[in-house]
């Protein structure tokens, strides 16, 4: 089955941690996106990669980073930098930027 | 103002009822729309896709864009209890070259 994989579902960060979400798609789509979910908010971008070895800063990039070393992957990490954490997480990808974006399950960071 | 304006509700209605529900936007570049429907602690997941004003109807969905008048609607009819779910309307910008999304319409359908 084609998708994207988020693991884990839940972590827990304690203070001064940093922690790596894993985002796993095996749709063959260029574009990666990491997106970060609080109530009653709509979805905000954090970072996004058209290619390998290529990403860029979305809405909210402080106290985050990523790589893009394959196709299939896009890691992020959020570090102790971000002051608030405690969100859901969303990874996305689509074939082309302009393109419709096909979402993982998620994974929930919260603060220990 | 935010660029999507979407009433978080929530929607509460009975099972078989037409649901419909509902964003403005306010930049008339938008070049894209779509409805994604999101369950609890899950990924969102693409119901409909279109470009253009006019009505796109997929089963017991249909999408409206009004370009002119900057407002989209996504009907449900026959609603389900399986519909209830939270639905976030979306909106492809050229110009900032990303996803705006709306804060998303919690639908909870009773039998």
């Known amino acids: 089955d084609g998708g994207i994989t988020q693991s884990p579902k839940y972590l827990f960060r304690k203070e001064g941690q940093n922690v790596t979400l894993s985002c796993e798609q095996n749709l063959n789509h260029d574009a990666m996106y990491w997106y970060r979910q609080d109530p009653g908010q709509g979805l905000r971008l954090i970072y996004y990669?058209?290619?390998?070895?290529?990403?860029q800063k979305g809405d909210i990039a402080e106290g985050y980073s990523v790589s893009r070393e394959k196709k299939e992957s896009f890691p992020l990490t959020v570090t102790s930098a971000q002051k608030n954490p405690t969100a859901f997480y969303l990874c996305?990808?689509?074939?082309?930027?302009?393109?419709?974006?096909?979402f993982g399950d998620g994974t929930r960071l919260s603060i220990l | 103002q935010k660029e999507v304006e979407q009433d978080p509700g929530p929607l509460s209605v009975p099972e078989g009822a037409i649901v419909s529900l509902n964003c403005t936007y306010s930049?008339?570049?938008?070049?894209?729309f779509m409805w994604y429907r999101q369950y609890s602690r899950k990924g969102p997941e693409l119901l409909m896709y279109t470009y253009s004003s006019g009505n796109k109807e997929d089963g017991r969905f249909t999408a409206q864009v009004d370009k002119s008048s900057k407002y989209i609607s996504l009907f449900i009819r026959d609603s389900q209890p399986s519909d209830s779910a939270t639905y976030l309307c979306?909106?492809?910008?050229?110009?900032?070259?990303?996803?705006?999304f709306g804060a998303g319409t919690r639908l909870a359908v009773h039998p």
């Open positions: 990669s058209q290619i390998v070895n290529d990403f």
């Open positions: 930049n008339s570049a938008f070049q894209y």
């Open positions: 979306t909106m492809f910008s050229g110009g900032y070259n990303k996803l705006i």
């Open positions: 996305a990808s689509s074939g082309e930027f302009d393109q419709p974006q096909h």
